[in-house]
């Protein structure tokens, strides 16, 4: 068997396209939550806390000598990314929440009954002689 062929036969396996799938709608997901959070949330965070941005805190572990660039320590870098990461956390949870509470709105309302079966109809009408005798 040739290596094209069973490339192929692996590529178009239902389980490989629907990772691909998953991998693409995730990609573009993870746009929609970072406008959220950039876009959306951010703004009125920025007001409340005055425009505070962490990540220009360093600790210098070690001066720059001649075209020796200095080691610093970004410790507000990490802050930054860390509170940033526990924005987007919290917007997913309450997206994935709302569409928790619309799932379950959708479930709670009542089927129709389902239709009596043949055997069902037929004790019916047993029963339904019986209470004429």
């Known amino acids: 068997m040739s290596v094209?062929?069973?490339?192929?036969?692996?590529a178009v396996r239902g389980n490989v396209v629907d990772m691909a799938v998953g991998i693409i709608i995730g990609a573009a997901f993870g746009k929609i939550v970072a406008s959220l959070v950039e876009d959306v949330i951010m703004p009125p965070i920025g007001v409340l806390v005055g425009g505070v941005d962490f990540s220009n805190l360093a600790v210098t572990l070690k001066a720059a000598e001649g075209d020796a660039p200095a080691v610093?320590?970004?410790y507000g870098n990490f802050l930054q990314i860390s509170f940033?990461?526990?924005i987007v956390a919290a917007a997913v949870f309450m997206l994935v929440k709302a569409i928790n509470s619309l799932r379950r709105k959708e479930?709670?309302?009542p089927a129709a009954p389902p239709a009596p079966t043949a055997e069902e109809k037929l004790?019916?009408?047993?029963?339904?002689?019986l209470k004429q005798k």
């Open 107 to 109: 479930e709670e309302a």
């Open 84 to 86: 940033n990461f526990l």
């Open 72 to 74: 610093m320590l970004n």
């Open 4 to 10: 094209f062929k069973e490339f192929r036969e692996f």
């Open 123 to 129: 004790l019916m009408e047993i029963r339904d002689l």
